[in-house]
């Protein structure tokens, strides 16, 4: 599986951006999808995610701000941010999670995109 995530760039504080991320295989519509977020001198954090299901879950500092979604027929997810403020400045990760069994047991394995800019100016 291979992530391309595009879509960052520089806006003004208050602005909008759309990231997209591209998802190779199929394992996309079966596997639970998110964003995380990494700024300068911190660590990655998660900014969304969105189950297989449709179900999703948002940090508190974006909700009701950024809208995740995914097309599942493109195999492609989606982060909508609106009403950017200069702290949502980071590198944005895509993250795809695929969970698989053997015997009993479970486990997770996680693809990341490359990551795309988004410098939000105040």
């Known amino acids: 599986v291979q992530l391309q995530a595009s879509g960052g760039g520089l806006v003004q504080a208050g602005g909008s951006l759309r990231l997209s991320c591209a998802a190779s295989?199929?394992?996309?519509?079966?596997?639970?999808t998110g964003w995380y977020r990494q700024a300068p001198g911190k660590e990655r954090e998660l900014v969304a995610v969105?189950?297989?299901?449709?179900?999703?879950n948002y940090a508190d500092s974006v909700k009701g701000r950024f809208t995740i979604s995914r097309d599942n027929a493109k195999s492609t997810l989606y982060l909508q941010m609106n009403s950017l403020k200069p702290e949502d400045t980071a590198v944005y990760y895509c993250?795809?999670?695929?969970?698989?069994?053997?015997?009993?047991?479970?486990?997770?394995?996680?693809?990341w995109g490359q990551g795309t800019l988004v410098t939000v100016s105040s």
């Open positions: 993250n795809l999670r695929h969970w698989t069994n053997k015997g009993w047991d479970r486990y997770a394995n996680d693809y």
């Open positions: 295989g199929s394992i996309f519509s079966i596997s639970a």
């Open positions: 969105i189950t297989s299901g449709g179900s999703t």
